[in-house]
């Protein structure tokens, strides 16, 4: 199994992002799949997670400013973050999980910053 997470980078405070989570290895319609983030000296905290069956939910911090999707067909994940602000700078990780296994990406950074 791998999930591939791309897109990080420096955005400045108020801009957008888009991160993209190519996955391989599971079937993917069946697996909810969900972005999380760490930010330096905190812990793991959910941004925004998609259920198998396509119903969407996001964290609290980004409500409102964020949108999660993904291409059943080809296997990806997407997170976009609107009005984005130096408290959103944090790794920001990939994950697959079912009933029975939980899988992570590698993460990539993102850095909110003027």
């Known amino acids: 199994v791998q999930l591939q997470a791309s897109g990080g980078g420096l955005v400045q405070p108020g801009g957008s992002l888009g991160l993209s989570c190519a996955a391989s290895?599971?079937?993917?319609?069946?697996?909810?799949m969900a972005w999380y983030r760490q930010a330096p000296g905190k812990g793991r905290e959910l941004v925004a997670v998609?259920?198998?069956?396509?119903?969407?939910n996001h964290g609290d911090s980004v409500k409102g400013r964020c949108i999660i999707s993904r291409n059943i067909a080809r296997s990806m994940l997407y997170l976009q973050i609107y009005r984005m602000r130096p408290e959103d700078t944090a790794v920001y990780y990939c994950?697959?999980?079912?009933?029975?296994?939980?899988?992570w990406g590698q993460g990539t950074q993102v850095t909110v910053s003027s």
């Open positions: 998609i259920s198998g069956g396509g119903l969407t």
């Open positions: 290895g599971i079937s993917f319609s069946s697996y909810d």
């Open positions: 994950n697959a999980r079912n009933n029975f296994q939980s899988y």
